[in-house]
């Protein structure tokens, strides 16, 4: 059974740091990637990275601040979060999709599978 579980959310305050993690398990993917959805609007594309890591994509709100990466001997996908901002509340989705591909993918539709999102909340 493919799983992807998400952890490490909570209530942080502005310029805080925090670290989301993704384990995944029963299969291995092409891509991975991170979306949100903040409270009362629509979910949005936050980072991507191909299965090795070699090509990443950060939404415009979070290049500088968020990085993601990847764990491989756990096969658990890692969102690093600094200096945090009341605009990054929301919840946190990990996405996994299977094709291999030299180019991160960004949209939602490239993923087939989801895991349950876990909340994080930043306090101004």
């Known amino acids: 059974q493919v799983k992807l579980v998400e952890s490490g959310g909570g209530l942080v305050q502005a310029g805080d740091s925090l670290r989301l993690s993704c384990e995944a398990s029963?299969?291995?993917?092409?891509?991975y990637a991170w979306f949100r959805q903040a409270p009362g609007k629509e979910r949005e594309f936050v980072a991507a990275?191909?299965?090795?890591?070699?090509?990443?994509s950060y939404a415009d709100s979070v290049k500088g601040r968020f990085r993601i990466s990847r764990d491989n001997v756990k096969n658990t996908l890692l969102l690093q979060m600094g200096s945090l901002k009341p605009e990054d509340t929301g919840v946190y989705y990990c996405?996994?999709?299977?094709?291999?591909?030299?180019?991160?993918?960004?949209?939602?539709?490239?993923?087939?599978?989801w895991g349950q999102g876990t909340r994080v909340t930043v306090s101004s």
């Open positions: 996405a996994a999709a299977v094709p291999t591909t030299r180019m991160t993918l960004t949209g939602d539709d490239d993923y087939g599978y």
């Open positions: 029963g299969r291995t993917f092409g891509n």
């Open positions: 990275s191909t299965w090795r890591g070699s090509s990443k």
